[in-house]
Nanobody, 118 residues
């Protein structure tokens, strides 16, 4: 069983930065960050494949960076130039498929709250 544990959330002012971390209990091929704001559906933020290829949602391109350690057990999300609309619960997700199909994430962390005030 794979367990994912996020940390690093908090409350910041617009324009500031946060770095989220997610520790996986074992190696996993594909990792991603999702977020869900109150009253809204969960949405994908960024994905990283086993080879290190990254994809980003348009609303975070140029501001957020996803990365992982070489053992693929710790995932990061560097969030810069945060906006109030980035306020959400951020979730780490994983799947065993190395091709990272969008609907294939079947392991989820408990989430870490990010709140950005103007």
């Amino acid at each position: 069983q794979l367990y994912l544990t996020e940390s690093g959330g908090g409350s910041v002012q617009a324009g500031e930065s946060l770095r989220l971390s997610c520790v996986a209990s074992t190696y996993v091929a594909c990792l991603a960050w999702f977020r869900q704001a109150p009253g809204k559906e969960r949405e994908g933020v960024a994905t990283i494949t086993p080879s290190g290829r990254t994809t980003y949602a348009d609303f975070v391109k140029g501001r957020f960076t996803i990365s992982k350690d070489t053992l693929r057990t710790t995932l990061y999300l560097q969030m810069n130039s945060l906006k109030p609309e980035d306020t959400a619960m951020y979730y780490c997700a994983a799947q065993s498929s190395p091709t990272c199909p969008a609907g294939g994430f079947n392991y989820w962390g408990q989430g870490t709250q990010v709140t950005v005030s103007s």
